[in-house]
């Protein structure tokens, strides 16, 4: 079945120390994005990228790092800048021109 | 600057009690307006696109509509498992990409039966 995986559901993190959110896709859709959640608020774009070896930020980008090696894989690292980390992590992946995004499962993030 | 508003926050319906979800919108340059429902502690499952006023879809209980401010989300006669928490999303120009999303804060859905 095509869709998208996110690992780990749950996380946990010491402050200081940066962790990767792993994010993958068998929909051979070329752009992917990650988003946060927090409660009461709206999705919030973090990073976004459209082709490989290319990624762009988005409008909360401080604190956290990207890399798109591969078509099917965008791993996100929360670093230790990053100074309000715990939230809901999605990822999504699209083809660009047609419109839907299609989402994983999320991964939900917490500090110690 | 762009904006997406949902209202209300949160709607307890009785099962077959109809009602309708809004979402208005201030942005320049819409591309499509979507829906999303989302379960506790999930990744949001996609409902429908819509791209132009007057335009109008339905999947079994729900109909989007949009119009050149908003869009609504009806629901009619809703179920228990209707429950949900229901995103709306505009898609507009974004840097360099043909546009990215930009989300509402939700309308979290409880139906009693």
């Known amino acids: 079945d095509g869709g998208i995986t996110q690992s780990p559901k749950y996380l946990f993190r010491k402050e200081g120390q940066n962790v990767t959110l792993s994010c993958e896709q068998n929909?051979?859709?070329?752009?992917m994005y990650w988003y946060r959640q927090d409660p009461g608020q709206g999705l919030r774009l973090i990073y976004y990228?459209?082709?490989?070896?290319?990624?762009q930020k988005g409008d909360i980008a401080e604190g956290y790092s990207v890399s798109r090696e591969k078509k099917e894989s965008f791993p996100l690292t929360v670093t230790s800048a990053q100074k309000n980390p715990t939230a809901f992590y999605l990822c999504a992946s699209d083809i660009p021109g047609y419109n839907e995004q299609f989402f994983g499962p999320g991964t939900r993030l917490t500090v110690l | 600057e762009d904006q997406v508003t949902q209202s209300p926050e949160a709607l307890r319906l009785q099962e077959g009690e109809s009602s309708s979800l809004n979402c208005s919108y201030t942005?320049?340059?819409?591309?499509?307006l979507f829906w999303y429902r989302q379960d506790p502690g999930k990744g949001p499952e996609f409902l429908f696109t819509?791209?132009?006023a007057g335009e109008e879809k339905e999947k079994e209980r729900l109909k989007a509509t949009l119009t050149k401010k908003e869009s609504f989300l009806h629901i009619t006669a809703p179920k228990p498992e209707d429950s949900a928490t229901y995103l709306c999303a505009v898609q507009v120009p974004y840097g360099g990409s043909q546009g990215n999303l930009i989300f509402g804060k939700g309308t979290k859905l409880s139906v009693k039966p």
């Open positions: 819509l791209y132009s």
């Open positions: 990228s459209q082709i490989v070896n290319d990624f």
């Open positions: 929909l051979n859709h070329d752009a």
């Open positions: 942005v320049s340059g819409l591309r499509g």
